[in-house]
């Protein structure tokens, strides 16, 4: 078996784990207990306490559409895994028959949270995505430059919480709140530790057609930096990129796919200031 069809076969196991994981956490403890995450999922879980409509059916029907739009810029392979991870784990919400596990809701806030981390966490890893809000929010960015992608994602999920203390009752919304704290560390811990960004250095003799890919398709800064090679004595210009957690794996199979045979240093920031991360 060659590298790539080994790739494929792992990144293809990461999704199908991530999202048994992640409809084991909605159906036996976030779906049944009225604790609301945010996201799409969260908007379904409204309406169908509202109207009766799938849960999984609202998160295809919201979903779709943004995946149409932005699966040139998302690439083909990644658009089409993740539209069919998305697909997926919308059926599965809605036709898995798996018991409540709980009727205590803390438990479910804090259980399903983690679980639902844990789960997409996986189908990250599997370089895929499930959509929802923070592609919604990427992609106004994309439209409004000045709208920070992690103020957008806060506001839509704040909005979907708030919005569930009114769909059920007050402490649904702070249970959402739990749970949703929760479901981010994981996501965090299960991608590459507790870091929310990482700098990336990339030596590279197409230096030039990486950097022009990083700020086609994922909208960072790229800098150059001028360097020479103290074994050859020539000189190389090393890319200096900093992206978060969600664009990470995007990062990595931009710069392979242009040179399979570049040089990748991978740092965990603490911190990240400035333009597109946290303000001063």
Same mark, same amino acid.
């Given at each position: ?6 790739? *494929? ?20 403890? @976030? ?18 306490? #509202? ?20 699966? +040139? ?9 993740? @539209? ?16 409540? !596990? ?33 592609? #919604? ?9 000045? #709208? ?62 990486? !950097?022009?890919?990083?700020? +086609? ?7 150059? @930096? ?39 240093? !991978? ?7 400035? *333009?597109?991360? +946290?303000?001063?």
């Amino acid at each position: 078996m060659n590298n790539t069809l080994r790739t *494929e076969l792992k990144n293809n196991l990461f999704v199908a784990a991530g999202l048994i994981i992640a409809t084991v956490a909605y159906r036996m403890y @976030l779906i049944p207990n009225q604790v609301v995450a945010g996201g799409f999922t969260g908007v379904g879980q409204l309406l169908n306490h #509202l109207f009766g409509i799938g849960v999984g059916t609202v998160n295809i029907l919201l979903n779709v559409p943004l995946f149409l739009i932005s699966m +040139k810029s998302m690439g083909v392979r990644f658009g089409v895994r993740s @539209l069919v991870a998305m697909m997926l784990l919308s059926l599965l919400i809605d036709h898995i028959p798996l018991p409540s !596990a709980t009727d205590d809701m803390l438990l479910a806030a804090v259980y399903g949270g983690a679980i639902s981390g844990i789960g997409f966490g996986l189908v990250l890893r599997g370089n895929a995505t499930t959509g929802g809000t923070d592609m #919604l929010a990427s992609l106004l960015h994309r439209l409004v430059p000045v #709208l920070r992608v992690s103020y957008a994602i806060f506001f839509f999920d704040g909005l979907v919480i708030i919005a569930s203390a009114f769909a059920f009752e007050p402490q649904a919304a702070m249970y959402g709140l739990i749970s949703t704290f929760l479901c981010n560390v994981l996501i965090d811990l299960v991608l590459e530790g507790p870091n929310s960004a990482h700098s990336y250095f990339i030596i590279s003799d197409r230096s030039e057609a990486i !950097a022009e890919k990083i700020l +086609k398709e994922l909208d960072r800064g790229v800098t150059a @930096l001028e360097a020479m090679g103290m074994y050859s004595h020539t000189h190389k210009q090393v890319l200096l990129c900093v992206v978060g957690r969600f664009e990470a794996l995007r990062l990595r199979r931009i710069i392979f796919e242009v040179d399979p045979r570049a040089f990748v240093v !991978a740092n965990k920031a603490n911190e990240v200031l400035g *333009e597109g991360f +946290k303000p001063m």
